[in-house]
T-cell receptor, first 115, second 113 residues
Framework: ETGVTQSPTHLIKTRGQQVTLRCSSQ?????VSWYQQALGQGPQFIFQ???????GRGNFPPRFSGLQFPNYSSELNVNALELDDSALYLC??????????????FGPGTRLTVT | DQQVKQNSPSLSVQEGRISILNCDYT??????FLWYKKYPAEGPTFLIS?????DKNEDGRFTVFLNKSAKHLSLHIVPSQPGDSAVYFCAASFTGTASKLTFGTGTRLQVTL
């Protein structure tokens, strides 16, 4: 069973640029969620994708967007980067079958630094 | 608005003793609670969960207790082992939120020899 993988591991971008982070879900999972973890904080929910559609969103502006592909891999895109976007971005996958799936399995994260 | 709070940033416990990690929440709509463990350079790993219809759930050395009237849950680790040293996050969710998890800020547990 393959776990959740994320790429890249680290990334440095300049304010105003755009970034794309990638996630490959755990084998057999059909749902992916993205979280932002700032230093010293717990992960904060950005959004979730199920069957290639957004299935819930946290308090993040529209410049945070995502995609889920037929193979259940996913991308997180952030436009017009701001310094406060510097954080660890975590992807989590789970399996939904007719009801909510609370137990999510996380990847190791992508550390984004915005300068 | 911190809906899930872990007021102890750190905890040190001797090997073999009990570790008790606490978590408080403010949103009474939460009906499912989870604990995650996180090692450096790794993503959070699911440990144990509890539904609001229960007040206790056990899994080996790990037990979670839920006190709904106090909006409080705790994680007990008995006996504590050096490999348990990690950051522990409490998380909560409720039906209809697309399984959105709301996390606390974490407690760093150090188990000493």
């Amino acid at each position: 069973e393959t776990g959740v993988t994320q790429s890249p591991t680290h990334l440095i971008k300049t304010r105003g640029q755009q970034v794309t982070l990638r996630c490959s879900s755990q084998s057999g999972h059909n749902t992916v969620s993205w979280y932002q973890q700032a230093l010293g904080q717990g992960p904060q929910f950005i959004f979730q994708y199920y069957r290639e559609e957004e299935n819930g969103r946290g308090n993040f502006p529209p410049r945070f967007s995502g995609l889920q592909f037929p193979n259940y891999s996913s991308e997180l895109n952030v436009n017009a980067l701001e310094l406060d976007d510097s954080a660890l971005y975590l992807c989590a996958s789970s399996f939904i079958a007719g009801g909510p799936s609370y137990e999510q399995y996380f990847g190791p994260g992508t550390r984004l630094t915005v300068t | 608005d911190q809906q899930v709070k872990q007021n102890s940033p750190s905890l040190s416990v001797q090997e073999g003793r009990i570790s008790i990690l606490n978590c408080d929440y403010t949103n009474s709509m939460f009906d499912y609670f989870l604990w995650y463990k996180k090692y450096p350079a790794e993503g959070p790993t699911f440990l144990i969960s509890i539904s609001s219809i229960k007040d206790k759930n056990e899994d080996g050395r790990f037990t979670v207790f839920l006190n709904k009237s106090a909006k409080h849950l705790s994680l007990h680790i008995v006996p504590s082992q050096p490999g348990d040293s990690a950051v522990y996050f409490c998380a909560a969710s409720f039906t209809g939120t697309a399984s959105k998890l709301t996390f606390g800020t974490g407690t760093r547990l150090q188990v000493t020899l």
